[in-house]
């Protein structure tokens, strides 16, 4: 297994939307094979650093990660940091910063499904958030969890049917994306602030799932990010088919940016993305990573 499989984009439940804890998944790890992984979690370290002791027990390398939610020109943009200092002033100061905002994001999305009439409160937000800063999808979830309970009648699409799965990301689209009933101006850092002063600071800029829906990046995007300081494409994606996979893999070499893989496993939130279900990934890419990496 000298360049087994490597899935650099993994949640634990230290994000809001993860089910597993960090020995969970290196255990999954070590069984299906993987040399190394990255708990990339929503916007908190909270894994690190019990999670490298773990790893070691494990035999499974762990490259300490986080992904980031930013803002790029009104879009949602995730960036993953390996190589992350998890322990570092700089790095903590940037979570702060993107913690204070995304509270406050998540207050106002609450707030404005109260007005539409849905039964949430802040508190059950809280509650049902592992202690971590609650995504939109999250909401959804808690909020359609709570309707399936109750019978309410406006959320019954986001349980049946084809959303029966994917209701959570349904009702985002419906309800959180720019001009729906509850969207609320995003609140996060300007990734164009974020790359450089965490490139400073040594981890290895990537930007995740650039095909995502929300995120929907192009090459002029790209080409401005890799000026910033970008270092990698998730080109290896749960969210990208074949052809987007081959277009971003031809971006990546174009820009002259690290392709990684990431399954952006979290669990039962989306299960149809299954632990190791991103394959291409190889040890290679790690190497390709850290050679990108500016010690501080």
Known sequence: MSNGPVDLHIHSSKSSDGDFEPLQLLLQARQSGF?????SDHDTVDAYPEAIALSLEAGVELIPSVELTTVFRDREFHLLLPFV?????VVKDILRRIGAARLEEARARVARLRELGFDISWDEIVLRSNGSLPLGVTIARILIDKGRRERTPALVPYMTGKNEIFGPYAFYKDYFME????????????ILDLVPQAAADGAVPVLAHPGAYFARAARADLAELKEAGLAGLEVYSSYHDREQSRAFLALADELDLVAPAGSDFHGSIKPHVAF???REGDYGMVEALRRR????
């Open 35 to 39: 040399r190394a992984i990255a708990i």
């Open 85 to 89: 200092r998890f322990d570092s002033p």
């Open 179 to 190: 001009g729906r009933p509850a969207w609320v101006p995003r609140r996060s850092e300007n």
């Open 276 to 278: 190791g279900s991103v």
């Open 293 to 296: 990496r500016r010690l501080p």
